[in-house]
């Protein structure tokens, strides 16, 4: 499977050009936060799920972020990923501030330069299962015909062309996260943003999703940002971040 993953992103070579002007990384810094907060309110009271977090990603690095529940990982990620706005702070890709633009260029820059793989899916239970990984390609504006054999090609390296024509509440929890992980592919972004990527899968798929998003990063120069609990997994990326309500509590150089 791993090496038809490969063939995949190699052979299919979208461009990652869009219509916003914005200025070209000259640092290698493709992400950087700023003193990003996020604050919610609830019956409960105020809840601060980020506080105060900055750093900087380089092009194709492999950055892992660990922490106990509730400690910000995931809401740090829908920040980077354009998901939701900060409560204060900013965001930049390619050393554009990415919330001051309009809502269009926000969505082309997500949906062209960022895939997302979701801890939970995010599957659309009334579509089957190529609608669901052809759609960024429409949005893209990608013809008809082009992202029927995009979606077709990843969803075979991926082992579930045969589930195609099939909804994702038929499928099991495995395969529902191979194809959020072929969704995430089908426009080959500059950027992965993945929460738990391998969690719902078996050891030996989990380890070939793993060693596809390590090549991605090293061969291809893709950034990959990687929720996780597994620190074995998190010590073979370039840096793990762990974080501690709502803060960094310290990186590593792996």
């Keep these: 499977m791993l090496k038809h993953l490969i063939d995949y992103v190699h052979t299919i070579n979208i461009s990652t050009d869009?219509?916003?002007?914005?200025?070209?990384?000259?640092?290698?810094?493709?992400?950087?936060?700023?003193?990003?907060?996020?604050?919610f309110d609830s019956q409960a009271?105020?809840?601060?799920?980020?506080?105060?977090?900055?750093?900087?990603?380089?092009?194709?690095?492999?950055?892992?972020?660990?922490?106990?529940?509730?400690?910000?990982?995931?809401?740090l990620l829908n920040m980077i990923g354009a998901l939701d706005r900060p409560t204060s702070g900013k965001v930049y890709i390619n050393g554009l501030d990415i919330f001051s633009l309009g809502y269009s260029d926000l969505a082309t820059i997500r949906n062209r330069l960022i895939g997302f793989v979701f801890q939970s899916y995010n599957l659309i239970n009334r579509s089957n299962i190529q609608t669901n990984v052809k759609l960024p390609a429409i949005i893209a504006g990608m013809s008809e015909s082009e992202a029927n054999y995009r979606s077709m090609k990843i969803l075979k390296a991926l082992g579930i062309a045969d589930k195609a024509k099939q909804r994702p509440v038929n499928l099991s929890g495995g395969q529902q996260q191979r194809v959020a992980i072929a969704r995430c592919l089908v426009n080959n972004p500059a950027i992965i943003l993945a929460d738990e990527p391998t969690g719902n899968l078996d050891t030996k798929t989990g380890a070939d999703i793993f060693d596809m998003l390590k090549i991605l990063s090293k061969r291809f120069h893709r950034t990959i940002i990687m929720v996780t609990h597994n620190p074995d997994l998190a010590e073979s990326t370039d840096r793990t971040i762990v974080m501690k309500d709502g803060r960094i509590e310290k990186e590593t150089y792996n």
């Design 18 to 39: 869009v219509d916003v002007k914005y200025p070209q990384i000259t640092d290698g810094i493709i992400l950087k936060t700023e003193h990003i907060s996020k604050i």
């Design 45 to 75: 009271g105020r809840v601060v799920a980020l506080n105060d977090v900055s750093l900087k990603v380089q092009k194709g690095e492999f950055v892992s972020i660990m922490g106990p529940s509730g400690c910000g990982k995931s809401t």
